[in-house]
């Protein structure tokens, strides 16, 4: 075959997946060559009660997806995108200590006190520009200081690092994943060095010795030396890993396929969770924006991806998950979205962002619960459980594109949905109604384009920045386009009051 092949290293929440794509006329071909499912994991055996990424699984996986990929023909650079925040602990051999303990693990609460305790929140936001999410890899650092692993610890890798680390036995920090610990400057797109004192004086946690050298996407770490799998360029050499943008939101937002309009866009990644937010040249830490607890993550190419995490499809995926275990029942995507296109419209309105519905577990006892406090009545069959949470979606979509506007001054002409949630139609439409804004949905691949992308240009398939590489996207793809109705202001306007400024109810 003739154009340029590169391999992505694509982990979601809910799977894993490597895929070819290969670069010819100035067009993107994507397969995928495997899949393999991903999910937090309890492990209750003693000393670690607690969830954690089942990483060697995830290896396997991607062992066999390289392998795959080798086979169908030759690869010029591999890419790894995964989940922020994360990390593995290596020993002074460069040994994993343990499963990477998993965002959702309830651990941090203590760490996320004692912290505030020294720093309030509104100090950390004027160094980090970091929203407060009791995940954030500075909290779970502090809450594995005490940890006897931590002891042992010489280096901590963030989850594509560690997977670039086992592939090439280089180590690295990609920052746009960087900027997910809030420990990065976004100004200066380097460590902090109040937030390392922070972290080192107070909790005595060896940083900066544990954190590697921060790179930027693009950025050739290294070629893969594995002894038992071997992926070869055309010209027989070992394939180069080069670091994307690995945080897969930074990814996903360099496949927006919307050349030329920085700035103009609003985005939705659309996955496990929902990151929704602009691109802007510079960080925005005003007070104001501390307090709608935005962030400022890093972006290729010096951008700044100023945006708020929401639930996203967690919800949805953990009540498929609830009624598959209690009676079987298997409902599809396209099932559960014709499900909740027939059940009636703003029945149930609830805030998805709520913390009760991080953890994992059964979700309906818990969308009663929120209902109840909140003076909303309670969804009675499972089409209205799903439009609640697809509803509730649309409302706070609404709420973060319009803050993210008045917040950073920008002007938006669409809202671009990318990764698996832009095949919901029903949650594009609403979208579109709730923001007043026309959806463009796709590519469903986005994460994996933008990650394919930048290891293109590393290898010198494309020439030029964001706009080129997101013109190979917009070539490469076609999207779908929801339009707002007629008259839809005043309807979502009272639905973002019902949800976020709710009339005081009934004691539950
Ligand atoms: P992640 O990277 O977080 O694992 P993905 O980008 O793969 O997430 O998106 C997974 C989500 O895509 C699912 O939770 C589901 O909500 C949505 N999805 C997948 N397939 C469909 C479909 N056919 N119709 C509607 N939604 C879908
Ligand atoms: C989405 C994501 C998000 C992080 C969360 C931990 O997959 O990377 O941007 O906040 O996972």
Same mark, same amino acid.
């Given at each position: 075959?003739?154009?340029?092949?590169?391999?992505?290293?694509?982990?979601?929440?809910?799977?894993?997946?490597?895929?070819?794509?290969?670069?010819?006329?100035?067009?993107?071909?994507?397969?995928?060559?495997?899949?393999?499912?991903?999910?937090?994991?309890? /492990?209750?055996?003693?000393?670690?009660?607690?969830?954690?990424?089942?990483?060697?699984?995830?290896?396997?996986?991607?062992?066999?997806?390289?392998?795959?990929?080798?086979?169908?023909?030759?690869?010029?650079?591999?890419?790894?995108?995964?989940?922020?925040?994360?990390?593995?602990?290596?020993?002074?051999?460069?040994?994993?200590?343990?499963?990477?303990?998993?965002?959702?693990?309830?651990?941090?609460?203590?760490?996320?006190?004692? /912290?505030?305790?020294?720093?309030?929140?509104?100090?950390?936001?004027?160094?980090?520009?970091?929203?407060?999410?009791?995940?954030?890899?500075?909290?779970?650092?502090?809450?594995?200081?005490?940890?006897?692993?931590?002891?042992?610890?010489?280096?901590?890798?963030?989850?594509?690092?560690?997977?670039?680390?086992?592939?090439?036995?280089?180590?690295?920090?990609?920052?746009?994943?960087?900027?997910?610990?809030?420990?990065?400057?976004?100004?200066?797109?380097?460590?902090?060095?109040?937030?390392?004192?922070?972290?080192?004086?107070?909790?005595?946690?060896?940083?900066?010795?544990?954190?590697?050298?921060?790179?930027?996407?693009?950025?050739?770490?290294?070629?893969?030396?594995?002894?038992?799998?071997?992926?070869?360029?055309?010209?027989?050499?070992?394939?180069?890993?080069?670091?994307?943008?690995?945080?897969?939101?930074?990814?996903?937002?360099?496949?927006?396929?919307?050349?030329?309009?920085?700035?103009?866009?609003?985005?939705?990644?659309?996955?496990?969770?929902?990151?929704?937010?602009?691109?802007?040249?510079?960080?925005?830490?005003?007070?104001?924006?501390?307090? %709608?607890?935005?962030?400022?993550?890093?972006?290729?190419?010096?951008?700044?991806?100023?945006?708020?995490?929401?639930?996203?499809?967690?919800?949805?995926?953990?009540?498929?998950?609830?009624?598959?275990?209690?009676?079987?029942?298997?409902?599809?995507?396209?099932?559960?979205?014709?499900?909740?296109?027939?059940?009636?419209?703003?029945?149930?309105?609830?805030?998805?962002?709520?913390?009760?519905?991080?953890?994992?577990?059964?979700?309906?006892?818990?969308?009663?619960?929120?209902?109840?406090?909140?003076?909303?009545?309670?969804?009675?069959?499972?089409?209205?459980?799903?439009?609640?949470?697809?509803?509730?979606?649309?409302?706070?979509?609404?709420?973060?594109?319009?803050?993210?506007?008045?917040?950073?001054?920008?002007?938006?002409?669409?809202?671009?949905?990318?990764?698996?949630?832009?095949?919901?139609?029903?949650?594009?439409?609403?979208?579109?109604?709730?923001?007043?804004?026309? /959806?463009?949905?796709?590519?469903?691949?986005?994460?994996?384009?933008?990650?394919?992308?930048?290891?293109?240009?590393?290898?010198?398939?494309?020439?030029?920045?964001?706009?080129?590489?997101?013109?190979?996207?917009?070539?490469?793809?076609?999207?779908?386009?929801?339009?707002?109705?007629?008259?839809?202001?005043?309807?979502?306007?009272?639905?973002?009051?019902?949800?976020?400024?709710? %009339?005081?109810?009934?004691?539950?």
């Amino acid at each position: 075959m003739s154009g340029c092949t590169v391999a992505a290293i694509d982990l979601g929440a809910s799977s894993g997946r490597v895929l070819r794509g290969t670069l010819d006329g100035g067009r993107l071909a994507v397969e995928e060559c495997s899949r393999f499912p991903n999910g937090v994991a309890f /492990v209750r055996t003693a000393g670690q009660p607690d969830l954690v990424w089942d990483v060697l699984s995830l290896w396997r996986g991607i062992r066999e997806g390289l392998a795959e990929a080798s086979r169908r023909g030759p690869v010029e650079a591999i890419g790894i995108d995964t989940w922020g925040v994360d990390y593995g602990l290596l020993d002074a051999d460069g040994r994993l200590i343990g499963n990477p303990a998993a965002y959702r693990s309830p651990r941090t609460a203590d760490a996320v006190v004692r /912290v505030h305790g020294l720093m309030p929140q509104s100090e950390l936001y004027g160094f980090n520009g970091a929203q407060h999410q009791a995940f954030n890899t500075l909290f779970q650092l502090v809450a594995d200081r005490s940890a006897a692993q931590a002891g042992l610890a010489r280096s901590a890798l963030l989850i594509p690092d560690l997977i670039a680390y086992w592939l090439t036995g280089r180590r690295v920090c990609e920052v746009t994943n960087a900027s997910t610990t809030g420990l990065i400057d976004p100004a200066t797109r380097d460590w902090s060095p109040e937030l390392l004192d922070l972290l080192n004086g107070s909790f005595g946690v060896p940083v900066p010795d544990l954190l590697a050298e921060l790179v930027e996407p693009g950025t050739v770490i290294g070629p893969m030396d594995l002894p038992d799998i071997s992926v070869r360029t055309s010209e027989n050499r070992s394939t180069p890993v080069v670091a994307v943008a690995t945080h897969d939101t930074a990814s996903a937002v360099v496949g927006v396929p919307a050349p030329g309009r920085s700035g103009r866009f609003g985005f939705v990644s659309s996955g496990t969770w929902s990151l929704v937010g602009v691109e802007l040249d510079h960080p925005v830490k005003t007070d104001a924006s501390a307090a %709608a607890n935005f962030t400022n993550e890093l972006g290729a190419d010096g951008t700044v991806r100023y945006l708020k995490n929401i639930m996203g499809m967690w919800m949805l995926q953990e009540t498929l998950r609830q009624w598959r275990e209690e009676d079987g029942t298997e409902i599809s995507w396209p099932q559960a979205c014709r499900m909740a296109a027939s059940a009636p419209s703003m029945r149930t309105l609830i805030d998805v962002n709520d913390e009760i519905f991080v953890a994992p577990g059964p979700m309906t006892e818990r969308i009663d619960l929120w209902a109840l406090r909140h003076g909303e009545p309670l969804p009675q069959d499972r089409p209205q459980y799903l439009r609640a949470l697809i509803e509730s979606l649309a409302v706070a979509y609404r709420r973060a594109l319009r803050e993210a506007r008045e917040l950073s001054g920008a002007s938006l002409e669409t809202v671009n949905i990318v990764g698996g949630g832009g095949q919901n139609e029903l949650l594009c439409r609403l979208t579109a109604d709730a923001t007043g804004l026309p /959806v463009v949905a796709g590519p469903v691949e986005g994460t994996s384009m933008g990650n394919m992308v930048v290891a293109l240009r590393a290898v010198g398939a494309i020439d030029g920045g964001l706009d080129e590489m997101r013109q190979v996207v917009a070539d490469s793809t076609s999207t779908t386009r929801y339009e707002p109705g007629p008259d839809q202001e005043s309807i979502w306007e009272a639905a973002e009051a019902r949800v976020f400024s709710p %009339a005081p109810a009934a004691t539950a």
